[in-house]
């Protein structure tokens, strides 16, 4: 598919998506779908540089955590509107993923993972000392009300954030089909060769951590609207780092639809377990898909197709 | 006067505080140090280790003896799960970064939840007569709950490092991690090296969950705080190190307690990866490692 | 790339077809109304899941209305959901008990953090909530049809551990020191102490925060006998508490310390008693309920009896004092006022609470107009002559005395150095 017409295609998903507050009434679907849609951004994010430049971010609860609360911060300081929010977080996510990139220039695989870990702990730990971003109490965010089309706040950040799915995904499909993602699969195949051969690795890196910071804290920046309130515990949860790295294994890291399948499965799944299964069951259950998949289907979804079809 | 009290009672704890540090990130010194295996579920296996050893209690055991009964079935547990692993991973070349993480991530949640079912949520705790009581050296009073389990880390650091230096197996230990192959050409077979590697880090586990637990009640969830600040050590060390992880440990807790005592307590967690950030950042083989 | 734009048709049609369903399932939960739904979230698992215990007083409220012929003639039907300790996780649970199970009534999760999500939804919904020992949730909003359980009582947030201060006061305490961890319930009660402790006219000589995660307390503590306060006020959670009682065995505190705890979580939980034992001696800390002859309250004994057995089996806090009765209580609440207004009508039932005081296991509620209870009865107990025998010893009156409020109390408070000589 050319770039043009996905991208069209990309923009009828979310027209349809717009009108969905019309259709659906019950605002259950709009909670659980905004949790779903939240997590393809970050699963799409996290996989610019895990998937296709192969470096493992186990942090990624540190973007998350920084859009939220630069949101909430924006909101707090400015009470400006929910895409200034987004803008905000975006920046910072940028920021914070060029800081990754340089701090850690010297280091791959599993040591680019626990520098990643390191980062959410500061960040966690700053966020906690912070007075006016309500340090480890949180803080309450009790956004302005939702454009009256919408009929509630939730459609209203459910339809932000399809928005920002669909951004995230084009932009990843983008980065798959132009010069850049080239760049980036050379890193992940081998960094000595792709820098012999001339591929400028460093300023890629630096980009993709960048990108890929962006659209993690933008991913975050809805979140203190959604819940109305944030705290440091749950902005920077190990659950999310875990959730974002295990989405793009579970769907297939090589390309952006991996991610997607993958986070649609695992948040509904999990979703559907809160409100069926609702006990420790659940927590066992999703440990041994984690297991499942990477014993039985190491590539992904995807992967088990190719592989079906080479065969 | 004041002043030096204070210094050396920060030093004091954090010296026991690091100790303890340690003795939780040994047994990730050798799956991830030596061996190269992310295993992130090392955290909840000491867990797993700690409510062995509070059930043994239970009967008046001692719990460091207990744990040292328990280093055999867990011996054998980390053989086992070592075999699973290998069987998934090892055989198609070894798996990738993000692929181990999953795995082990998976493991710990599953060992987690086998716990609350097994013994609830309860907090746990052990019950020895030392507890509540402490040693006082002039004006610097050290409570024997960190004493004792601080005390342990060296002995088991020295034995360990006598192990793998001082015997054979020790040493194929050590040259697996260098160069597979290479050993494998002596005659030596690798995977049985690496599964008893493996088992000997699960054994360690046991022993540091004694030393948590005597310090202070545990849940099941008890493991996931200790995560980062165990890799940390392990690569603030540099990688493989025995004697290495000792003090890295040490230098961490040291660092937390001087935080704790002259800046805010508040401000302490984020110490051990602000040193972490920094070694990755300026010198990624660790204080102790040599060049990889 | 054929294969790629075939996935995704085959994604859009599966999207729709997801979407299509809610409206079928929405109508479907309509028809059943033979029942009255009550539903909550409840950290099951977590590092919140030592409060699951609290599932069994709902659980028990359930099956006594439902044994006594239910509510209005219908059957009562509790639906929990695990949260995971999660605050992320409570928004869509409450739209699912709200928006897809139709639920009549709802309990808020334990706690403030859980709680600060859903209040908002609660509002905006207009529904009838019941907090369980959340404080000052509703501060803020004021929405009326909230209810507490806990008895935080009027302005809970600053003053729950008023009784602590008014100790200190009547024993002439005038060197205060505050000891906190850094989370929200800890801190706001530690704030509000300081703020109490200044209006007495006592001179606050320390005040510490520790993050949640701290075990040592060693550098803390010297901290505190440096300053010579004359009480400590302690806000901790079940784990630091544990250290803080160790490090005092261990490192001591001055014997001009009379008065020590205060807002301490864990001393209400069996497995710390258990493990603490003689520990604990003379510490003064909050607790809701504890067996002394000036709470007896109608049917508290029996339910605790019935929560026992259910508990052991269930690997859950043995004693039951601290939560569970609160959640029965809640439970009780609302069909107290379902029964008396003969309606299951949001707006009916929450007047009527507003207007009626009711009777509940743990005494007699009355609510004021945000939904606090208008009395503030939070216990300042002292442990008194505990032992190593165990467990069984807290089942009994005298080893937890209460001490304040006045109205309950059972003892004479014992200067804190004196009571762990003992």
């Known amino acids: 598919m050319k770039m043009t017409r996905f991208i069209i295609v990309a923009l009828l998903v979310f027209a349809t998506g717009l009108m969905l507050p019309k259709v659906v009434s019950n605002p259950y679907y709009f909670y659980a779908g905004y949790v779903v849609l939240q997590y393809v951004v970050i699963a799409t994010g996290w996989n610019i540089l895990g998937g296709y430049a192969g470096y493992t971010n186990f942090g990624s609860s540190a973007f998350f955590g920084a859009g939220a609360y630069m949101a909430a911060f924006l909101f707090k300081a400015l009470g400006v509107s929910i895409f200034v929010q987004i803008l905000g977080a975006c920046v910072v996510g940028m920021l914070l993923g060029l800081a990754t990139g340089y701090l850690t220039l010297r280091i791959q695989g599993v040591y680019f993972a626990i520098a990643t870990v390191a980062l959410v702990i500061v960040l966690e730990t700053l966020v906690h000392n912070t007075e006016y971003l309500g340090g480890a109490s949180g803080m309450t965010h009790l956004a302005d009300p939702a454009p009256a089309w919408f009929g509630g706040q939730t459609q209203y950040v459910f339809c932000i954030m399809l928005g920002l799915a669909v951004a995230a995904v084009v932009l990843a499909r983008w980065i798959e089909v132009s010069w850049i993602g080239r760049g980036f699969r050379a890193i992940r195949a081998s960094e000595p060769a792709a820098e012999a051969s001339g591929v400028p690795t460093l300023k890629l890196k630096l980009l993709a951590c960048a990108l890929s910071g962006g659209v993690m804290a933008a991913a975050g920046a809805p979140y203190p609207t959604y819940t109305s309130y944030l705290d440091p515990v749950s902005a920077f949860s190990l659950l999310i780092g875990l959730n974002a790295l295990a989405m793009p294994l579970i769907g297939g890291t090589r390309s952006w639809l991996g991610p997607v399948i993958g986070a649609v499965l695992l948040a509904s799944v999990q979703q559907l377990a809160t409100v069926t299964i609702s006990s420790e069951f659940n927590i066992l259950a999703v440990g041994l898909v984690l297991i499942a998949f990477v014993v039985a289907a190491p590539e992904g979804l995807l992967g088990l197709r190719f592989r079906s079809r080479a065969a | ?292 | 790339m054929r294969l790629t734009r075939r996935h995704f048709t085959k994604l859009g049609v599966a999207a729709s077809a997801g979407l299509a369903a809610p409206a079928i399932w929405t109508k479907g939960s309509f028809a059943q109304s033979d029942k009255i739904r009550v539903g909550c979230s409840a950290s099951l698992t977590g590092p919140l899941s030592g409060t699951k215990n609290m599932v069994i007083g709902y659980e028990l409220w359930r099956d006594d209305v439902n044994a006594a012929g239910g509510l209005l003639g219908k059957e009562v039907e509790l639906i929990v959901y695990d949260d995971q300790s999660s605050p992320s996780n409570a928004p869509a649970i409450y739209s699912k008990l709200v928006d897809v199970d139709q639920v009549d009534f709802l309990f808020t999760p334990y706690g403030a953090n859980l709680t600060a999500t859903i209040m908002p939804f609660a509002q905006q919904r207009d529904r009838f909530i019941v907090g369980i020992l959340t404080l000052a949730s509703n501060d803020k909003l004021k929405h009326d049809k909230f209810f507490q359980a806990a008895p935080w009582g009027p302005d809970g947030a600053t003053n729950w551990a008023r009784g602590f201060f008014d100790i200190a006061e009547r024993d002439g305490v005038k060197k205060m020191a505050i000891l906190a961890a850094d989370t929200e319930f800890s801190k706001t009660a530690a704030e509000g102490g300081r703020r109490v402790s200044e209006e007495m006219g006592m001179e606050v000589v320390d005040f510490q925060m520790y993050p949640p995660t701290n075990r040592d307390f060693s550098a803390i503590l010297r901290n505190i006998k440096a300053a010579e306060p004359e009480a400590v006020f302690v806000c901790s959670y079940p784990a630091d508490s544990t250290a803080i009682l160790r490090g005092i065995q261990e490192i001591g505190l001055n014997d001009s310390v009379r008065l020590f705890g205060g807002g301490m979580v864990g001393p209400q939980y069996a497995s710390l008693m258990e493990n603490l034992g003689p520990a604990l001696n003379g510490v003064v800390n909050f607790h809701l309920y504890v067996p002394e002859p000036t709470l007896k309250f109608e049917g508290i004994e029996n339910f605790l009896s019935r929560y026992e057995p259910i508990a052991k089996q269930q690997q859950v806090d043995p004693l039951g004092f601290y939560i569970p009765p609160f959640t029965y209580a809640a439970g009780q609440l609302i069909s107290a006022a379902v029964e008396a207004t003969g309606s299951i009508d949001q707006a009916e039932v929450s007047q009527w609470l507003h207007a009626n005081p009711v009777e509940t296991v743990v005494g007699q509620i009355n609510f004021d107009e945000i939904g606090n209870w208008t009395e503030r009865r939070v216990l300042m107990v002292q442990f008194q002559g505990v032992d190593d025998s165990g467990l069984d010893q807290f089942r009994q009156a005298g080893k937890e005395v209460v001490i304040d409020p006045a109205d309950y109390a059972s003892g004479e408070l014992i200067p804190f150095a004196d009571a762990r000589k003992a």
């Open chain 2, 1 to 292: 006067m004041v002043v030096l009290d204070l210094v050396l009672n920060a030093l004091a704890t954090g010296l026991m505080l690091g100790s303890i540090y340690a003795l939780l990130a040994l047994g990730l010194a050798i799956t991830f140090g030596i061996l190269h295996i992310p295993n992130v579920a090392h955290p909840a296996i000491v867990i797993a280790g700690a409510y062995a050893v509070v059930m043994t209690n239970r009967y008046g055991v001692d719990p460091v003896l207990a744990a040292v009964l328990w280093m055999i079935p867990f011996y054998m547990l980390g053989i086992l799960f070592y075999e699973f692993y290998a069987r998934s991973f090892e055989s198609r070349g070894g798996g990738n970064t993000l692929q181990s993480l999953t795995l082990f991530f998976g493991a710990s949640l599953v060992i987690e939840v086998a716990l609350v079912v097994a013994y609830g949520t309860d907090l746990r705790s052990v019950s020895v007569g030392y507890v509540g009581s402490s040693l006082r050296l002039g004006f610097v009073a050290i409570p024997y709950r960190f004493l004792i389990p601080a005390l342990i880390t060296p002995v088991v650091v020295f034995l360990l490092w006598l192990y793998l230096t001082r015997t054979n197996v020790g040493l194929a230990i050590r040259a697996v991690a260098h160069d597979e192959r290479a050993v494998s050409v002596s005659g030596v077979n690798p995977a049985a090296i690496k599964r008893h590697a493996f088992g000997i880090a699960t054994a360690l586990a046991v022993i540091a969950g004694a030393a948590l637990v005597i310090t202070g009640p545990i849940d099941p969830f008890a493991g996931r705080i200790h995560i980062g600040r165990v890799f940390a050590v392990v690569v603030l060390a540099g990688m493989g190190t025995i004697p290495g992880t000792l003090a890295a440990g040490i230098i961490i807790g040291i660092a937390e307690s001087l935080v704790m005592s002259f800046m805010s307590p508040s401000w302490a967690p984020g110490v051990a990866f602000a040193i972490l950030l920094a070694t990755l950042a300026l010198k990624p083989t660790g204080l102790f490692g040599a060049g990889r």
